[in-house]
């Protein structure tokens, strides 16, 4: 994402394609319309587990979703969140593509459950009072639940429980000390990796308790993923941790070291290749066995382009 536009990059062939970018009246943003693309700041976005669809949440008084095409950049859906929601701050896609989960910066934090199949709003609910960073649906097949997580809190949803508690707060119990997450991420089986400001990885059991913790980085976790057996983290240390989680064991594999001065905001595994997002605004492609290094794309980072 770059400003207000989705970007699809063919690293083969060095093409891309783009999602918005429409041509618009001249308008104020707050004025614009924004029903077939975002006419203000990208702040979140997600990808479909079959890696075909991406929904995005934008900045703004009554902020916009929009469900798109990975492959073509064509719209799928929109809907936009009440006024005063000043923006999409974390954004999720159930894994049968039926629902996004998303919370937004007004004062109260509200999750927002969206059927986006049959065009209804399902939930609209305080969240938290404070921010709430990250949003994750279950990967599990057929699991309804997803995580909210933030300062000091962590919550375990669930729409579909028969006993109408929509969520419940993490217990961690004498495993774990309480601390901050930025990020977490579910694996097929339905356990739950959540990353820590203490540089330290907490898996949770389909009950919201906390099972393990996992000592992974020296400073805080600021990305994490789970794909194919394989609990990939990074942090501000500046490196990229590698555990397997076969057998449900975690083994460490590897550490790898990332460019001096800067640290992962995301993740992504697939082939034995690892994507990942810098906080500087490169993206690198990095091969899981020999751990050699693609630049990607490298951003304007330190300001605003102002010209083309």
């Known amino acids: 994402m770059v400003a207000a536009l989705g970007v699809i990059l063919d690293p083969e062939t060095n093409t891309q394609k783009v999602f918005g970018g429409n041509e ?33 949440g934008q900045v703004g008084k009554s902020p916009s979703v ?3 095409d990975a492959e073509t950049a ?7 969140l009440k006024e005063g929601s000043r923006g999409v701050s974390g954004i999720s896609i159930s894994p049968c593509q039926r629902y996004v989960a998303c919370v937004d910066l007004h004062n109260d934090h509200h999750v927002v459950i969206y059927n986006i199949k049959r065009g209804k709003q399902l939930l609209h609910l305080e969240g938290s009072k404070e921010n709430i960073i990250n949003v994750a649906w279950s990967k599990k097949p057929d699991d309804l639940r997803f995580i909210t997580v ?15 508690r929509l969520f419940t707060k993490g ?6 000390a309480m601390t901050s997450f930025s990020c977490a991420t579910f694996d097929i089986e339905g356990t739950c990796y959540s990353a820590g400001a203490n540089g330290s990885i907490y898996t949770w059991d389909s009950q919201g308790q906390l099972d393990k913790v996992l000592k992974a980085h020296s400073s805080e976790i600021t990305a994490i993923i789970h794909d194919n057996e394989k609990l990939i983290s990074g942090g501000k240390d500046g490196n990229i941790v590698v555990h397997s989680t076969k057998g ?34 490169s993206i690198y492609e990095i091969n899981e066995e020999t751990e050699e290094k693609r630049l990607l794309l490298a951003s304007h980072h330190e300001g605003e382009t102002w010209g083309l």
């Open 150 to 164: 933030g300062l000091k809190e962590i919550k375990f949803w669930n729409p579909a429980d028969s006993s109408k």
């Open 24 to 56: 618009t009246k001249m308008v104020a943003k707050n004025e614009a319309e924004d029903s077939k693309c975002h006419m203000d700041d990208i702040l979140s976005l997600d990808m479909s587990t079959d890696r075909k669809t991406v929904v995005t």
């Open 66 to 68: 929009h469900v798109w």
């Open 248 to 281: 449900g064991e975690y083994t460490l594999e590897k550490t790898i070291a990332l460019e001096a001065g800067t640290y992962p905001k995301s993740l992504d595994y697939l082939n034995g290749k690892i994507l990942v997002g810098l906080r500087n605004g």
């Open 74 to 80: 064509e719209p799928k859906f929109t809907f936009k």
């Open 171 to 176: 217990t961690f119990g004498t495993k774990g």
